[in-house]
């Protein structure tokens, strides 16, 4: 933690599911476990709930990282909402290379209420990883330094762009 | 020539003996230049003797279908259009009954945007289109062109796996040797860019988007319509801002809603005014969908779309250690 | 007064002009030709109609009316409000005569006694258009059957007409001929008559112009045949493109954008084939489906707006709803399908 003190907090997004890891999270408090403070959770009712453009707005919307916390897999408190949630999750992760968002800035995986060690672990990793990616670049360019770049890149390619036909 | 002519004649025979039985049948026909064909609804004898076939007819019939529930229509559909006809049906779009499909085996349609890069001037200035065997003979402002036909095919077309299609009541030309599906090479050098020359590309080619939705409302997959989530008032996913963030939020939107369900037939891409490749985006979800669920949407029919369904240990998706 | 600039000086021209001024310009980027800023290093790109109209230098997509600030209860301060009125001049190269025009449809709407749209007009006077007459036409112009043509000077600043070597930029308004005092600029000598006769011979290959006189009246006969409608928009998708794409069309909508304690009021170019277009609160919409929504399109282009402006047609003929259009809906075969069809006795 000594290290990361020294670093400026940056936003990581948790959608936690309220039947287990987001009473982990509560486990680890509850125990003084000590967790770096990046994380702004929201509680959701079952990971089935995430729609995985939630992720993508958090994420376009300038998270530096977005964590998705539910039960394991045989454990859902609705039998198959985190089995659902599984494959969007995946397909998610999968897919964000194209985009040029870097996928590690995203995760996904499975926390019970009883594993505050477990979460712990959990959201110190998360944490230092996002640390080291450090913040997202932000989607729309900012300054008009980088609007010209962009647009001058983008004129470069010029009218006979291979990558469409 | 003559063999599409034939079977110009043997498709419209077949359409004409059902006509008086359905709504109407939905094909091609010229459009406003000799270049470009047009969707045509045939609903009478003299509706049919406008029909073409010819490469030139690139539209997906199938985006039609849902505005006639309850009506029995006719599509002619090639390969690529017929595997999103069998999405539907597997979604439970459409019925099966309410379809009659006039299937053609397809030798690959033209794209536009290859017909402009090889033309001598601006292919607005058209005067005239003959249609060889393998080649298009175009003349335009006064000049005369040879363009090959192969090299002016659709990505899709040449890297299409299902030329024929896949479901169908009557089929005409005939059947291709098995394919296999390619990527273009433009997509396996765009995912070999690093993330921030993709980032770079995606900022700047969406910065030219209009958000006029002709991508998603020509998608045949895309059935909330009116109801996008896109354009609701009631939970704004999106600004009305027109910059590249909320541009692409849209593309994450879509890319999104047809994981697992993308026909691949490219006509988000053929019809963007833009022309913002977004066919980069379909092919490399369609990759992921394969490689995790085995899964290529529209190629059978009486398939659940993987995102609708589950395995309780999945094969192919890896719980990560922590 | 006419002036001849070559090609390789009118880039200079433009270049600039740009250290100056905002220059929006035709440039050709990722296998399009769309109007961008011009900036340092940006070639301009004469080889096609953009594909986007000029609209956006006068009216554009999206632009920020005003910002509202909050503040805490504590603070005392209740918010505050900040106007943004456009500022500072902007100079369109490579218009085309259509686009150029389409802005005077929005004057009677933008300017009238009683409403005055600042934004617009501000906008609209801190404007400079160099338009390029056309040589040729593409095969979806129909500017000549709305009483324009290729060579057509209104709305225009300058006038370039492409000739062996370079443009001949025939001046308009004081302020074109202000530009055209720029030592870039040389002596037209006789190209300016080989300008004429290429203007000329434009207009020819445009052919005869289709009469579409009678398209208000037409067009209000068949009001309420929704049978006509339905089958003029079977293969319309109910997209935006042509409206998006469109010089003329200038419905906007408004909204809000708040984060934090800040918020924006937001205008937006809005489009009357979508659903949200005319969905009223209740959920009641009278406009339910694409083909009462193309009616509403064509009628207001060449009828409704007619009607209230001394008969100008609310269209430029540019072509772009034509060419864009993902299905081919051709807004002319429209208008004159309910020309032409047959009056009931």
Redesign the interface.
């Known amino acids: 933690m000594s290290a990361q003190d020294e670093q400026r907090e940056l936003r990581i997004v948790g959608f936690l599911c309220n039947w287990c890891s987001y009473g982990g999270a509560d486990t680890a408090g509850v125990a003084r476990f000590i967790q770096p403070t990046d994380l702004r959770i929201i509680r959701v009712p079952c990971s089935g709930r995430i729609d995985?453009?939630f992720i993508?707005?958090a994420l376009?919307?300038g998270a530096d990282g977005v964590l998705v916390s539910g039960c394991h897999?045989?454990d859902c408190h609705y039998a198959?909402g985190n089995?659902?949630a599984?494959?969007?999750l995946?397909?998610?992760k999968?897919?964000l290379?194209?985009?040029?968002?870097?996928e590690r800035r995203f995760?996904?995986?499975?926390v019970s209420a009883s594993e505050g060690q477990?979460w712990q672990?959990?959201v110190t990793?998360f944490t230092r990883r996002i640390h080291e990616l450090g913040p997202a670049?932000?989607?729309?360019?900012v300054s008009e330094e980088e609007w010209?770049k962009?647009?001058?890149?983008?004129?470069a390619?010029?009218?006979?762009?291979?990558?469409?036909? | 020539m003559s063999g599409e002519v034939s079977q110009l004649e043997e498709l419209k025979a077949a359409i004409r003996g059902q006509l008086d039985s359905l709504d109407c049948v939905i094909g091609w026909e010229q459009g406003y230049d000799p270049l470009h064909a047009t969707p045509l609804f045939i609903r009478s004898e003299a509706d049919l003797e406008r029909l073409t076939i010819s490469p030139l007819a690139v539209h997906n019939p199938a985006t039609y279908t849902t505005g006639f529930k309850g009506k029995k229509i006719g599509l002619v559909v090639r390969g690529c259009h017929s595997r999103s006809v069998i999405e539907l049906l597997n979604e439970k779009l459409i019925e099966r009954d309410e379809v009659v499909l006039f299937g053609l085996c397809c030798d690959g349609v033209v794209s536009q945007r290859k017909i402009r890069a090889a033309l001598p001037a601006d292919p607005g200035f058209v005067e005239a289109v003959e249609l060889g065997k393998d080649e298009l003979h175009i003349t335009v402002a006064g000049e005369q062109a040879t363009l090959k036909l192969q090299e002016v095919l659709a990505d899709k077309c040449l890297h299409c796996a299902y030329p024929d299609p896949l479901v169908a009541d009557v089929l005409i030309g005939e059947k291709h040797a098995p394919r296999q599906a390619a990527s273009p090479a433009c997509q396996d050098a765009f995912e070999a860019l690093g993330n921030e020359e993709k980032l770079a590309f995606w900022q700047d080619t969406m910065s030219r988007c209009i958000r006029c939705y002709a991508c998603r409302n020509v998608c045949p997959m895309c059935v909330c319509q009116d109801h996008c989530i896109a354009t609701s008032r009631d939970h704004l996913w999106m600004s009305q801002e027109n910059t590249p963030v909320e541009n692409f939020m849209f593309q994450m939107i879509h890319v999104s809603h047809l994981t697992g369900r993308c026909t691949e037939c490219g006509e988000c891409e053929r019809a963007c005014p833009v022309d913002i490749p977004l066919m980069l985006l379909r092919r490399y979800m369609n990759k992921q969908v394969r490689e995790v669920f085995g899964h290529q949407a529209g190629i059978a029919l009486d398939k659940t779309p993987p995102l609708l369904t589950f395995q309780v240990e999945e094969a192919r998706i890896k719980e990560r250690d922590w | 007064m006419e002036r001849f600039i070559t090609q390789d000086n009118l880039q200079r021209f433009a270049a600039g002009l740009a250290e100056k001024k905002n220059v929006l310009a035709p440039v050709a980027s990722g296998g399009t030709t769309t109007f961008r800023r011009l900036r340092p290093g940006m070639q301009l790109d004469f080889s096609r109609m953009a594909v986007i109209s000029p609209k956006d230098a006068t009216f554009p997509r999206n632009e920020t009316l005003l910002t509202v600030q909050h503040y805490p209860e504590e603070s005392g301060k209740r918010m505050e409000l900040q106007e943004h009125l456009p500022e500072g001049e902007m100079v369109v190269i490579g218009c085309r005569p259509c686009g150029t025009r389409g802005k005077l449809v929005f004057d009677p709407v933008y300017e009238t006694q009683a409403i005055k749209d600042p934004y617009y007009i501000r906008r609209r006077d801190g404007a400079t258009f160099i338009t390029l007459a056309c040589a040729r036409p593409e095969t979806t112009c129909f500017c000549h059957s709305v009483g324009s043509g290729p060579a057509d000077e209104e709305g225009s600043d300058i006038l370039l007409t492409a000739v062996e070597g370079g443009f001949v930029a025939k001046a308009v308004t004081e302020k074109g001929e202000q530009l055209l005092g720029d030592s870039l600029f040389e002596d037209a000598g006789a190209k300016a008559e080989e300008a004429a006769a290429s203007n000329a011979s434009a207009r020819k290959l445009m052919g005869e112009a289709h009469d579409f006189s009678s398209a208000a009246e037409k067009l209000l006969k068949r009001f309420d045949d929704m049978d006509f409608w339905q089958t003029q928009s079977d293969k319309c998708i109910s997209c935006g493109a042509c409206t998006y794409m469109c010089p003329t069309c200038y419905c906007f909508n408004i909204t809000d954008d708040e984060a934090g304690l800040v918020s924006r009021r937001l205008r937006t170019w809005d489009n009357c084939m979508s659903h949200t277009f005319t969905l009223e609160g209740s959920g009641h919409n009278p406009r339910s489906t694409k083909a009462h929504r193309l009616k509403n399109r064509m009628g207001h282009k060449f009828s409704y707006y007619p009607d209230l402006h001394g008969g100008q047609i609310a269209c430029c003929g540019c072509g772009r709803c034509i060419k864009q259009c993902p299905a081919g809906v051709d807004i002319r075969q429209v208008v004159m399908a309910a020309q032409e069809y047959p009056d009931e006795r």
């Open positions: 995985p453009l993508v707005r376009l919307n897999p045989r198959e089995f659902y599984r494959r969007r995946e397909m998610l999968r897919f290379p194209i985009t040029g968002i870097d995760e996904y995986t499975w477990r672990h959990v990793e670049p932000f989607f729309n360019p010209a962009l647009a001058l890149d983008g004129a390619r010029g009218a006979s762009c291979a990558c469409h036909g």
